[in-house]
């Protein structure tokens, strides 16, 4: 075979389909685990944005079997010290939304990142949908997200003692029904132990089922939440409203809704705000003539001043409940 092969060659050996076997490569070494390894090490380093903010995408809040990982954005503000954190819960009638979109806001990263550029640690919400999983998942959602950022307070600055939740439409029903069920196992098996929030804003919530089923507004996208085929009975209905669980106890809310809403009508926060009053509970509210659902106006211009009237009163609210004094 040397023979040959000094005579014709490596490529008449290779026609003759004669191959040299490859050197062996080194071995190939990686970390192991002792037991499978759950966690995301994709490298995931924080967004900027203006005033020094940080942002991190997408944070594996929680893992249930059977479903995606539900995730949160976290905006940390640059100063040092511990932050009143402020949970956002998107809208889209418990089927639908994201994280990052917010009405007539174009760009509502920015938003939150605002925020926290005035002294908060924001994180907004990814939860299940009604598609998903039928309520209340999505209440246990939002009450294993703020277990998650206060265990995690040290890593994304936060003070777990002062706590906002804001959200709009769906998102205004799941945070005003996050803040006055605070520690109702029957609602959260987990939770017994919880600590409660200081603070909540909704935007067009929902705080009666029974009369959104009344008025066949909404119904279809609450029978899907609540897993209804048909009407659905009254006890699904008051467990899933906020109204059924007010007491004296809940914390401050602000409530804002335009007055010609067609899809939550604003006897909602009407009825919320009677309901809080009647509790003793501090309220505030503010109802905009001519806005239709997500402050959409006539005009831009009517939207625009919708808009920024509603997120400028939410930024104060917090500011004075959660003791961030404005600069």
Avoid at 23 to 36: D, Q
Avoid at 96 to 115: C, E, I, M, Q, Y
């Amino acid at each position: 075979m040397i023979r040959i092969a000094n005579r014709l060659g490596m490529a008449a050996l290779l026609a003759l389909g004669v191959t040299q076997a490859a050197p062996a490569a080194p071995p190939r070494l990686f970390p192991t685990g002792a037991a499978p390894e759950m966690v995301d090490h994709m490298p995931s380093p924080p967004i900027a944005f203006p005033g020094g903010v940080k942002a991190w995408r997408d944070v594996t809040y929680q893992t249930i079997p059977g479903y995606r990982p539900q995730i949160v954005d976290i905006y940390v503000p640059p100063s040092a010290g511990a932050h009143p954190l402020i949970l956002y819960i998107h809208g889209g009638g418990w089927m639908g939304g994201h994280t990052r979109n917010s009405g007539a806001l174009a760009d509502f990263p920015k938003v939150l990142a605002a925020l926290a550029a005035e002294g908060f640690t924001v994180a907004s919400l990814e939860y299940r949908l009604s598609g998903e999983a039928r309520f209340p998942a999505q209440l246990q959602d939002a009450n294993a997200a703020l277990r998650f950022l206060r265990a995690h307070a040290a890593d994304y600055k936060i003070d777990p003692t002062r706590v906002g939740l804001w959200g709009g439409s769906a998102g205004g029903h799941l945070a005003a029904l996050t803040g006055v069920t605070c520690r109702n196992t029957q609602l959260d098996p987990a939770a017994g132990n919880d600590a409660c929030v200081q603070a909540v804003v909704t935007w067009y919530g929902v705080y009666d089922f029974k009369k959104m089923a009344a008025k066949s507004v909404g119904d279809q996208a609450g029978s899907q939440l609540l897993g209804c085929n048909g009407a659905c009975p009254d006890d699904k209905l008051a467990m899933v409203s906020p109204s059924t669980y007010i007491d004296a106890k809940d914390p401050p809310f602000l409530l804002i809704h335009g007055e010609e809403d067609k899809t939550v009508p604003v006897d909602q926060s009407r009825s919320g705000e009677a309901l809080l009053r009647k509790a003793g509970v501090p309220v505030e509210t503010i109802y905009i003539k001519g806005v239709d659902h997500s402050f959409i106006g006539a005009t831009p211009v009517a939207t625009r001043e919708a808009t920024l009237r509603a997120t400028n009163a939410t930024f104060d609210f917090f500011h004075v409940k959660l003791g961030v004094p404005q600069k």
